[in-house]
């Protein structure tokens, strides 16, 4: 295999497989290749070989799975809860973790499936990309818009290193947290990792990690969230525009 001491791999990658990833893997998300070492290397962000046939296959069969997701339509069911009901219990086959509550627009995009943890109530709008080489772990209670997309993959800088045989492909990647209550607004991208309560303004470009309670908005944190208002005062801002019932 090619060299891998090149100033870009030497920053990127690790040494040595991620024992703490790997086990939140295998406990929580169904259909991960247990003991296969390309996927424990890949998730890891280790150096690894996208070729390795048990990647391959499943990179093609979620593809599939994606593309009969089409074929869901609200006339062939009742009521709209048992329609979203019967959505999500098809997202179990192919995601790792669905929780409870979750629906996702068509289209939806995944590089995996199998690698993707997702919390209770989320929701995605059209075309949702998650290229889920690494863990991607998202909280509970999160939107996001339209067009939205989260990226582990990493590759080398230089050409020579991308430039491969398909026998001796060079790739890494990184895992990503989201955590609860946040909104990914439209046309957004997250390459690191993103705290709780946090809202991601649209065409936003996330590259480093967000803390806690931020809006983000280009490509920066422009401020720090805080309650300003009480629940009492937000249901009698509601009731007076009727979107609250008070019962």
């Known amino acids: 295999m090619t060299s891998t001491d090149s ?3 030497a ?5 040595e497989k991620d024992q703490k990833v790997i086990s939140f ?5 169904k259909g991960v290749p247990i003991g296969n070492d390309s996927w424990q290397r890949m998730v890891s962000g280790m150096l690894y070989n996208p070729g390795d046939e048990t990647l391959k296959l499943a990179r ?3 593809r599939d799975y994606q593309l009969d997701y089409e074929k869901f339509r609200f006339r062939d069911y009742t009521v709209p809860k048992e329609y979203s009901a019967a959505k999500r219990e098809y997202l179990r086959k192919f995601i790792g973790h ?7 627009e068509h289209p939806i995009y995944f590089d995996y499936g199998f690698n993707t943890y997702l919390g209770e109530n989320f929701y995605s ?5 998650i290229l889920d080489c690494s863990i991607v772990k998202i909280g509970d209670n999160v939107i996001c818009g339209t067009n939205v997309s989260i990226l582990t993959p990493l590759h080398p800088i230089e050409p020579y290193l991308r430039l491969t045989e398909d026998e001796d492909i060079l790739e890494s990647a990184k895992p990503i947290t989201i955590g609860n209550n946040c909104w990914l607004c439209s046309g ?11 809202v991601i303004g649209a065409n936003s470009v996330v590259s480093k990690d967000v803390p806690d309670n931020s809006l983000f908005l280009g490509n920066k ?3 720090t969230l805080k309650e300003t208002d009480t629940k009492e005062n937000i249901e009698r801002l509601l009731r007076e525009y009727g979107y609250y019932d008070s019962k």
């Open 188 to 198: 957004c991208s997250i390459t690191a990792n993103i705290g709780n309560n946090c």
């Open 60 to 62: 093609l069969k979620v």
């Open 125 to 129: 709008n059209y075309n949702l990309t």
């Open 221 to 223: 944190v422009v401020r």
């Open 11 to 15: 920053k990127f990658l690790k040494k």
């Open 98 to 104: 669905v929780g409870d509550g979750t629906f996702m």
């Open 7 to 9: 100033t870009s791999l």
């Open 25 to 29: 893997a295998e406990h929580n998300l």
